[in-house]
């Protein structure tokens, strides 16, 4: 848990020091990676706001994005296109902001029904920088799955915050 906290501030330091906020579209992390960026006292000053997406009525209904728009672009849950999209569309309906992180994935302890395994998540980063990733933890742990989901969502952040130009 600690990790995920460490993260988080360090995220939210690179956000406040850039003055630039973030919006959070995750699924089968179910709120973790939110929870750590607002542990951060101050984080008023970055964090616009997220969305657990953990259904296809979260989906359209928190996010604006229809099944019938992703099936006719060929993108399913749980992808990394999908992480792209869900990413670019929570930073743009945050008002255009900075920021975009998404994950999405199977936490378990099954699979989904894409045919993804349990510990596999995709993720993804909109902004200055783009990053998008893959995972697979190997793990039918369903809560160890979504805290290294978490993890990892978060350190690709930093990863693309340090890397983002002035």
């Known amino acids: 848990m600690h990790d995920i ?22 699924t089968s992390s ?3 990676i939110s929870a750590s960026l607002l542990a951060v006292p101050g984080a008023s000053a970055y964090y616009a706001g997220g969305a657990i ?10 996010v604006g994005i229809s099944l019938d728009d992703m099936r006719a672009r060929g993108i399913r849950s749980s992808s990394e296109p ?6 670019e569309t929570v930073r743009v309906r945050h008002g255009g902001i900075a920021w975009g992180l ?16 349990a510990g596999h998540t995709c ?19 369903r809560v160890a799955n979504m ?20």
Do not use: H, Q
């Open 123 to 141: 993720m993804a980063v909109a902004g200055p920088v783009k990053r998008v990733r893959t995972l697979r933890t190997g793990s039918s742990d």
């Open 5 to 26: 906290l460490a993260m988080g501030a360090r995220a939210g330091a690179l956000l406040k020091a850039r003055g630039e906020k973030i919006a959070v579209g995750e």
């Open 102 to 117: 998404s994950e999405t994935g199977a936490a378990g302890p099954t699979g989904n029904p894409y045919g993804d395994p």
């Open 147 to 166: 805290w290294a989901f978490a993890e990892a969502a978060l350190a690709l952040l930093v990863e693309a915050l340090e890397a983002a130009p002035r």
């Open 53 to 62: 997406t953990y259904s296809a009525l979260s989906i359209g209904g928190l």
């Open 30 to 32: 179910g709120g973790l």
């Open 82 to 87: 999908y992480a792209e999209l869900l990413a």
